[in-house]
């Protein structure tokens, strides 16, 4: 009878998680690649996602405060000209200045001002849309994870416990000895799917709901350039009633 103090050892080296792998069927260690790498990735976007945001969000604090202390409409400002042009509040303030300057020339009656006020409003909302979609990109890619690694996982689960099964056919052998290791291996598959996808789901939401406070503050600088824009069209003093920053 072999001794249960030098068996215990034997038995906690075949359950580490290395030795799960290579024990594991083809099947199954392509099933625990595949997951190791989508966790790897989706960890490479949770954490360029939410330090982008993070990013943003500071910057968005300064340059929003900069608005409250009056902004021209006709010109870059100053605290926004010093910001990177990726920046999406940035991308949207420079599309809705290089439209006022094309249309500069434009505006003398009041029905030409209500369209230029139009034009920059639907440029704005275009730029916005499409800053966001850009903070967005990757995130269907968490959704996946956070969906299909579970199956996965238990696809590469049920194909081990299969083998499992047919070993112990083979081998005409039901003690523990045999059949432990292939129920490890299986249940292995689902471990790692879980691992994968349950951060996946979490910052998903996470994320998603950084990316919409955002968005909000981009409403919130557009609705204020547009009112700024308003009074400086109702303005008398020169042909545009515009004043040039």
Do not use: C
């Amino acid at each position: 009878m072999s001794d249960p103090i030098t068996a215990a050892p034997a038995a906690a080296h075949v359950l580490s998680p290395v030795e799960l792998f290579l024990q594991a069927d083809s099947v199954v260690k392509t099933v625990m690649i595949l997951l190791v790498l989508a966790s790897v990735w989706g960890w490479v976007v949770i954490f360029n996602k939410l330090i982008r945001l993070r990013v943003l969000h500071k910057r968005a604090e300064k340059l929003l405060r900069s608005v409250q202390q009056g902004l021209p409409v006709s010109s870059l400002a100053e605290s926004f000209n010093a910001a990177p042009v990726n920046d999406p509040l940035v991308a949207v303030y420079r599309a809705m200045i290089e439209e006022h300057a094309r249309s500069a020339d434009l505006v003398y009656t009041d029905g030409q001002r209500e369209s230029l006020q139009e034009r920059i409003h639907r440029v704005a909302q275009l730029a916005s849309s499409n800053a966001i979609d850009q903070l967005q990109s990757s995130l269907s890619g968490l959704a996946t994870i956070g969906s299909v690694a579970p199956f996965v996982g238990l696809f590469g689960t049920v194909w081990g416990i299969m083998n499992s099964f047919q070993g112990i056919a083979a081998s005409n052998n039901t003690s523990l000895s045999v059949v432990a290791p292939g129920i490890a291996e299986a249940l292995f598959a689902t471990a790692l799917g879980l691992v994968a996808a349950i951060p996946a789901v979490v910052f998903y939401n996470r994320i998603g709901t950084d990316i919409s406070k955002y968005s909000k503050r981009l409403s919130s600088f557009i609705n204020v350039f547009e009112i700024e824009l308003s009074r400086q069209l109702s303005k008398k003093g020169d042909r545009n009633g515009l004043r040039v920053a």
